[in-house]
């Protein structure tokens, strides 16, 4: 096991790693930017170093200072977190380089499933279902000609895309041009790529995904399934494990591809194999992500195992202590995004200074989160608050756990999309599990509070702010005593105290 | 002690009423008798009748934002005192007068009504742009010197407030 860990990353992923790390017994070193200081990770590390500005171009992505920080801090490892660099080939390479061991998958893994097009191939090769589409990027006049031959609807993706960036729905051919023109626009502008591919699109498809884990003396397990269908522009809000939509046997075969698909790239770590699929449970490959997940916790609550510590035991070298056979899911679990945004407003960010914060608890709820009161939410990074996770012996239960959880955030000073989370909960819809990725486009009614009994919140307002008045007045009528008594004992002489 | 709020345009008002120990809350006519307690700077927790519900409160100068069942309220907050503080140098009889040359489009206050500070008591029309005239002080509507559908100069006085 290693003595000494760096968490290339911020945030609540920071924490939730820095917290596996000193579990395990070793230091932790944390790096942070300009706008990070008062950061709850750099607080909970054992070492904190400063790496530069804000922007994530200044700081965490910068290969070159995290790497001077590991050496200076003689850290034997760094942990990626997700975004950032956790997904960069040449970070992983360079570490390697410097002797550094980069806790996840090999830079050569990474490479492979990085590509969206030689993903795509190395899935063909080994007979994994795939969406219907192009074989790798495209000129504008193919695309047109593949996009009629698999039919509309299409999808146009941004071959180095991600989180929803360069991506394009295109119903019929008249929109197909000015489309292609906004996806590749898009995908340079994001990725400082253009170049894009063409998919058939599946109608109200379901996003499944399923979580490996592989160690480097040849074991690869996965953890089952989590269903993230609930995305807001192509980004996934509330997540669960396991799936309301598919079967035992659908779960067998959808595991049992997933570890294919990881042992043709050799893989090592902690990884996740989406797929995308159909309401009569045929489901197609989309893509690898190489790294932690957001949503990872899910399946840590179903299956009992720290998916986090395996990936920093499994880069040290250490074999999976148990096989396929041995890992059982047990329960129900969600996990509800809360995000400073404006539901209001299309998810409009909401960053400013995070005033006060009372998050919920109880038995079978997790809070993975890294704001307090008082803390700055910066429209540097993503405004994710916290990763509200709940474990409930059955669907219903965990949504109803989830329901009343929610209700017991109280967070003041930037807008949040709680109240939209609890209206989501207590949807009908939703509750019967009848989701697919264009839910929320479908219920707008969910945005809004809609009906609300202000009643309790005038009274509440009302009594605050007489509260707050009368407060005021009696700190008023001590400060001029006390003024007062400073005039008298200056003119007779004396001083106070 | 009365308070005024308004919520996205409209507008609420709430009285509390402080015995030795009980505080009654009326509104919309209602009385409501209440249990409040502060639990820290930002938390309260109330009390209605028997309804325990727990409250974010955050006050920024006269807004206010309440936190409620996951529902983030802006509400901008009118207090008593404050009427009764700023309008100090103006009391006794206030003319609201027409300040530019319009027409009345709607009297919001008959002779005898209540006003408060800030409070719109008539509406003009000028340049196709309707503005609502408010009362400078707190008081009683005293004479109503217009009517709906006049035409007025500039300076005409329309209504007439008075504090006592």
């Known amino acids: ?497 | 002690m009365t308070y005024t709020f308004k919520i996205k345009d409209k507008v609420y008002k709430i009285d509390i009423e402080k015995e030795k120990d009980q505080t009654v809350i009326q509104i919309d006519e209602k009385d409501i008798p209440v249990e409040f307690h502060k639990i820290d700077d930002h938390m309260y927790s109330i009390i209605l009748e028997g309804k325990s519900i727990t409250i974010g409160v955050l006050r920024n100068g006269k807004k206010l934002q309440i936190f409620m069942d996951g529902n983030l309220f802006e509400i901008e907050a009118i207090s008593e005192r404050d009427q009764r503080k700023a309008p100090q140098t103006l009391s006794g009889v206030q003319e609201i007068k027409s300040p530019m040359p319009s027409r009345v489009v709607k009297i919001l206050k008959e002779v005898g009504d209540e006003v408060l500070v800030d409070e719109g008591v008539i509406v003009v029309e000028a340049m196709k742009m309707e503005s609502e005239l408010k009362s400078p002080i707190e008081g009683k509507v005293t004479d109503l010197l217009v009517n709906e559908g006049d035409a007025v100069e500039a300076g005409t006085s329309l209504l007439i407030v008075s504090s006592e």
């Open chain 1, 1 to 497: 096991m290693f003595n000494k860990i760096l968490i290339a990353n911020r945030g609540e992923i920071a924490v939730r790693i820095i917290r596996a790390c000193k579990e395990l017994g070793a230091t932790t070193v944390a790096v942070y930017s300009d706008a990070d200081r008062s950061s709850l990770h750099v607080t909970l590390a054992d070492e904190a170093y400063h790496i530069g500005g804000s922007a994530p171009a200044e700081s965490y992505l910068v290969i070159d200072k995290i790497i001077e920080v590991a050496n200076k801090s003689g850290a034997q490892a760094i942990h990626p977190g997700f975004g950032f660099l956790s997904e960069n080939e040449e970070f992983a390479q360079r570490c390697e380089k410097e002797g550094i061991v980069f806790i996840g998958p090999s830079a050569e893994a990474i490479r492979l499933m990085g590509d969206k097009i030689t993903a795509r191939k190395i899935a063909q090769d080994i007979k994994v279902p795939l969406v219907p589409g192009s074989d790798g990027a495209v000129t504008d006049v193919e695309a047109s000609v593949i996009a009629s031959k698999i039919g509309y609807p299409v999808m146009i993706k941004a071959s180095a895309g991600g989180g929803g960036k360069g991506m394009r729905l295109v119903r019929d051919k008249e929109e197909f041009e000015s489309s292609l023109r906004m996806a590749r626009s898009e995908a340079r502008s994001s990725f400082g790529d253009d170049s894009v591919f063409v998919e058939r699109f599946v109608e109200q498809p379901r996003h499944v995904e399923i979580q490996i884990l592989a160690d480097s003396h040849g074991n690869t397990l996965h953890l089952f399934e989590r269903e993230c269908s609930i995305q807001r522009r192509h980004q996934k809000v509330v997540e669960e494990a396991p799936s309301s939509a598919i079967s035992a046997k659908t779960r067998k075969k959808m595991g049992e591809v997933a570890i294919k698909i990881a042992k043709a790239v050799n893989y090592s770590g902690a990884g996740t194999v989406e797929f995308i699929m159909d309401q009569n449970e045929n489901f197609f490959f989309l893509e690898m992500n190489t790294r932690v997940q957001v949503e990872h916790p899910v399946t840590e609550m179903i299956s009992n195992i720290d998916i986090v510590k395996w990936m920093v035991r499994i880069a040290a070298g250490e074999k999976l202590p148990f096989k396929q056979k041995d890992i059982e899911m047990k329960g129900w679990a969600l996990e509800c995004r809360v995000y400073a945004e404006d539901p209001e407003t299309n998810f409009m960010p909401s960053p400013g200074l995070l005033k006060y914060v009372k998050a919920p608890s109880g038995p079978g709820i997790r809070d993975d989160s890294s704001i307090y009161s008082g803390c700055e939410i910066t429209s540097f990074y993503d405004p994710m608050l916290s990763k509200l996770v709940v474990w409930a012996e059955n669907r219903e239960a965990a949504i109803d756990k989830m329901a009343s959880a929610l209700r017991e955030y109280i967070v003041l000073g930037v807008k949040t999309n709680i109240g939209f989370l609890i209206r989501l909960m207590d949807s009908e819809e939703f509750r019967q599990g009848k989701i697919d990725t264009g839910f929320i486009e479908r219920h707008p009614e969910l945005l809004t509070p809609g009906t609300v009994d202000l009643e309790p919140a005038l009274i509440a307002a009302a009594l605050a702010i007489d509260d707050l008045e009368e407060t005021e007045d009696s700190s008023k009528q001590d400060q001029s005593n006390w003024k007062l008594l400073g005039r008298k004992a200056a003119l007779s002489g004396g001083s106070l105290i």
